[in-house]
């Protein structure tokens, strides 16, 4: 539930999330519980399968705004935008990453998906796009 959030947050340690929402404006409602108790940084995007360059900016936000934690709400492109962000928000060069460099973070990512979908919010890999391929990290 929702309204669990407070509670995971703290036993997360996470201080400021970072909210990754998709087109279909779900966030809203969680913006209004989540100011209540935490601040926090928003990141949405627009795909099921979110383009390299848009993981980048993801990554690049969650460091300037300093978060600690990410939220996903939404269907599958945030949970997958938000597993990416994760993944790349570690990495000391994100732009020149290797599947090699990328590891386990610590990073909290907690999922709140908004419908049924595929489940992407279960499992650890995610889908990118890459000059135009696809491309699967783990």
Not at 29 to 38: D, G, I, N, S, T
Not at 45 to 71: H, K, N, Q, W
């Amino acid at each position: 539930s929702i309204l669990k959030l407070e509670e995971l947050l703290a036993r997360g340690g996470v201080v400021k999330p970072l909210i990754v929402s998709d087109a279909r404006g779900s966030a809203w409602f969680l913006k209004a519980y989540l100011e209540r108790f935490v601040q926090y940084a928003v990141f949405e995007t627009t795909s099921d399968a979110p383009d390299y360059r848009d993981v980048l900016r993801g990554a690049r936000l969650f460091a300037e705004e300093e978060c600690d934690g990410i939220i996903s709400i939404g269907g599958d492109g945030a949970a997958e935008m938000a597993k990416l962000i994760r993944l790349f928000s570690r990495l000391d060069d994100a732009e020149g990453y290797s599947r090699a460099k990328v590891r386990l973070t610590g990073v909290k990512h907690i999922a709140v998906p908004d419908g049924s979908g595929d489940g992407k919010e279960a499992i650890p890999e995610a889908v990118m796009v890459k000059d135009g391929k696809r491309e699967r990290i783990a």
